[in-house]
C-alpha cells in the first residue's frame, strides 16, 4: 500500500540548514535558466546505466524527472534524476555504491518521506551542458513518486501548463533568491493547480 502523502511546505532558513549536510550553498542571487538542451537526456542515459552497474542486486529504477526531463522546457543545468530503491533511509545499500561514480550524498530529510539527495559535479571542460546531477532517492510505494512523475507527464504532453510553469520559471527567476529552495517554494502555487488537473484528467 502507498504511503499517505506527506505535504512539502515551503521550507524556513532553518530547515534548509538541518537537511543539508554541510553548509547549505546559498545562492544570494538570480537563478540561471537555459533553453531546453536535448544533450540533458543524453548525460540522464549514460548516469542512470552506470548508477546500474554500480547497484548491482539491489532492486531499484530510476527516472528522469525536473525540468530537464521535458522538453521544450527551460531549465537550470542542472539533471535531476529519481532513484527509487526499496528503502531510502538505508543509506548503506545505495550511498557507497554510488560514490565511485562521484556522488556524496547532500541532503537528508528523514521526516520527509526519507528523502535523501546525492550530488555529482561536473568538471568545466564537460562534453555537455550540464554542471551537476541531483539524485532523489525514495522508496518504493511513497507517495512522492507519482506526483514527480505525474507533473513530469503533464509537462511533456499538456502545452498550456507547459508554458505556464516556463513564464512562471522565468518571472522567479529574475527576483532574487538566498537559498535555490526557495526559488523552488515560489513555485508551489502553480504546480499544486497542474497537479490538480492532471489528477482530475487521470481520475
Not at 521550507?11 to 540548514?17: K, N
Not at 543509506?91 to 535523501?116: C, D, K, M
Not at 508554458?163 to 535555490?180: F, H, I, N, V
Request: aromatic share 6%; charged share 30%; glycine share 6%.
Amino acid at each position: 500500500m502507498p504511503e499517505p502523502e506527506i505535504a512539502r511546505v515551503s521550507m524556513t532558513t532553518e530547515e534548509i540548514e538541518a537537511a543539508n549536510l554541510g553548509a547549505a550553498p546559498k545562492l544570494n542571487g538570480q537563478v540561471t535558466l537555459r533553453e531546453h538542451d536535448p544533450r540533458w537526456s543524453e548525460v540522464f542515459a549514460v548516469e542512470a546505466a552506470s548508477m546500474g552497474e554500480r547497484l548491482g542486486a539491489l532492486d531499484h529504477r530510476v527516472e528522469h524527472v525536473g525540468s530537464t526531463s521535458v522538453p521544450e522546457l527551460p531549465a537550470k543545468p542542472v539533471i535531476d534524476m529519481l532513484l527509487i530503491v526499496p528503502d531510502s533511509g538505508d543509506e548503506e545499500s545505495y550511498v557507497p555504491p554510488l560514490e565511485p561514480l562521484g556522488f556524496t550524498l547532500a541532503i537528508r530529510e528523514p521526516e520527509w518521506y526519507e528523502h535523501r539527495v546525492l550530488r555529482k559535479r561536473f568538471p568545466d571542460d564537460r562534453a555537455h551542458s550540464a554542471e551537476t546531477v541531483n539524485l532523489h532517492v525514495l522508496s518504493a510505494g511513497c507517495a512522492e513518486i507519482d506526483r514527480m512523475l505525474l507533473f513530469r507527464d503533464r509537462l511533456r504532453t499538456h502545452e498550456g501548463d507547459r508554458t505556464l510553469y516556463a513564464d512562471t520559471k522565468r518571472g522567479l527567476s529574475r527576483q532574487t533568491w538566498e537559498y535555490m529552495q526557495n526559488y523552488a517554494d515560489a513555485k508551489s502555487e502553480v504546480v499544486a493547480g497542474i497537479l490538480e488537473r492532471a489528477a482530475a484528467e487521470a481520475g
